[in-house]
């Protein structure tokens, strides 16, 4: 017993060496991936030198509501009428709902399927074919009632990472559904500091014409004495139409600026119209936080995007890579089949079958190999694309740090300049009234006058809405929120895969 039992052993022991000798010559017959691969890394912030341009202020990061810091409650209305009802949003979540619907497709390719199906056929059976008589040569009636099942082992992952890059991809659409938002609110708040600028502007153009009627007067009452000519009447007539042609085109810029605030809230031209004199304050104080820009990278959506493409683009790859792989699927039914309804439901009908099918590319010309190697050059693309995006994050911080930063210089200079200016305009114009001077020093001052007040107006407006665009460029209030230990992973390249070359 002892002996057949040690030959019996020896036997399998050699039909399971022979076994695996066959399957191995297999594979190494069959197409591979040997030699495709990609060297492509995500950069971290850390690399790229900030310290200088983008220094640490113990400051905060932009809260969701950031532009509640100006203290115009019309401004918050605008923002959460754009966020109800901007097609822009609308289009932005379509598109998230189709990615959440292809990675539910994908969780389903994991999954067994289970199906049942009925036909009823009535076919003429050749009579000279593998049906003999007597049904050979007749029409027959077949009644077919089947339930299925099937499922693929996934031995190689290839529909795990297929699902997981579906996964990654919603997570990118609902990340640009983040960047769509505050893209948006970002345009109504530069747009509507736009509009408090125009309204500013015409407050001075309004002044400027209240000032040029003065001259006008008083240069009419020169000439009746004598000390002027109509020359000088002549070109105060010409300043004064001037200044009230450039008041109606501030009209109009105004009007165009209503139309296009109301066009970002997805709303009809009328709805600009409604929209009242803005009443922006000066804001917070500029501080960057101190986390910088570490922190930038979970705080900026489209980073948090450009991310998970590139995870997605890793599965991707090693999807692809799985295809180079045996391919194991079982099935298994069961029903009745039968000429005719009245034997149908009985046991004689029943069928049933069950089995493995198995599914292994040897010769392919090529197709496996180059459909891996696009795989990994859309990874290269997405990890360019994230390199790119957090280089641009960057360095629109830095850009607008240093624009709040040279604004605020400007100020103090121009509303230096705006207060001589102003008093030298007004000395002006006594002297020309007293008539101690000519009409040219006083439009002399007049128009540096101007110049200074819109200076002023300028540099304050673009101030804010420099504020506003660092407060974008910060993320404006967005936290990532996805799989944190899942985003310690995303930088590592595909060739970390189990699924060696073979």
């Excluded at 002044?207 to 000439?223: C, F, H, L, V």
């Excluded at 004495?225 to 109509?230: K, P, S």
């Excluded at 929209?275 to 922006?280: K, M």
């Excluded at 194991?328 to 439901?345: H, T």
Aim: charge should be neutral; hydrophobic fraction near 40%.
């Amino acid at each position: 017993m002892n002996k057949q039992s040690n030959m019996r052993r020896r036997a399998s022991g050699a039909l399971k060496v022979g076994v695996s000798v066959m399957f191995a010559a297999v594979l190494s017959a069959c197409v591979n991936y040997a030699g495709i691969h990609s060297d492509a890394k995500t950069a971290e912030p850390q690399q790229y030198a900030t310290q200088q341009s983008i220094p640490a202020e113990q400051g905060h990061w932009p809260a969701a509501n950031w532009a509640d810091q100006f203290g115009d409650a019309q401004l918050k209305t605008l923002i959460d009428e754009a966020l109800k009802g901007s097609p822009t949003l609308e289009q932005a979540r379509a598109r998230v709902a189709s990615a959440a619907a292809f990675s539910e497709t994908a969780k389903a390719s994991t999954m067994p399927r289970v199906d049942a199906s009925y036909s009823l056929t009535r076919q003429q059976y050749s009579s000279t074919a593998l049906v003999p008589p007597p049904y050979g040569g007749s029409w027959q009636t077949e009644n077919k009632g089947l339930l299925s099942a099937s499922y693929d082992l996934d031995l190689w992952g290839k529909n795990r990472e297929a699902l997981k890059a579906a996964i990654s991809q919603l997570q990118a659409s609902q990340a640009d559904a983040e960047v769509i938002k505050l893209t948006l609110t970002t345009s109504i708040a530069r747009t509507y500091n736009q509009l408090a600028r125009l309204y500013a502007l015409r407050d001075i153009a309004q002044q400027e014409i209240a000032q040029r009627e003065q001259i006008d007067r008083i240069t009419a009452g020169r000439i009746a004495t004598g000390l002027d000519t109509e020359v000088e009447r002549k070109t105060a007539q010409a300043n004064l139409a001037t200044s009230r042609a450039t008041l109606k085109s501030l009209d109009g810029q105004i009007l165009t600026t209503r139309y296009q605030i109301a066009a970002l809230l997805g709303a009809g031209p009328d709805r600009g119209l409604q929209i009242a004199r803005p009443t922006l304050g000066i804001g917070d104080e500029v501080k960057l936080p101190d986390n910088l820009p570490a922190d930038l990278v979970s705080r900026r959506p489209d980073i948090v995007a450009a991310r998970w493409r590139v995870d997605a683009m890793t599965h991707d790859v090693k999807e692809a890579k799985a295809e180079f792989y045996p391919d194991i699927n079982l099935s298994a039914a069961i029903g009745l089949d039968a000429f005719g309804f009245g034997r149908f439901l009985t046991a004689a009908s029943r069928t049933a079958s069950a089995g493995p099918a198995i599914h292994l590319p040897i010769f392919d010309a090529g197709e496996l190999r180059a459909q891996l190697k696009g795989r990994y050059a859309d990874f290269d693309y997405a990890v360019a694309t994230y390199n790119q995006t957090l280089v641009t994050a960057l360095s629109e911080v830095a850009t607008q740090l240093a624009g709040v930063r040279s604004t605020d210089g400007q100020l103090v200079d121009a509303q230096t300049a705006q207060d001589a200016a102003r008093q030298a305009d007004t000395l002006a114009l006594v002297q020309y009234k007293a008539g101690l001077t000519n009409q040219l020093t006083v439009l002399n001052a007049d128009v540096n006058a101007l110049a200074a007040d819109q200076a002023v107006a300028n540099l304050r407006m673009d101030r804010r809405d420099q504020q506003i665009a660092l407060a974008s460029a910060l993320g404006g209030g967005f936290v990532d929120t996805s799989n944190t230990d899942q985003n310690a992973h995303i930088a590592s390249a595909p060739e970390t895969s189990s699924n060696a070359a073979h």
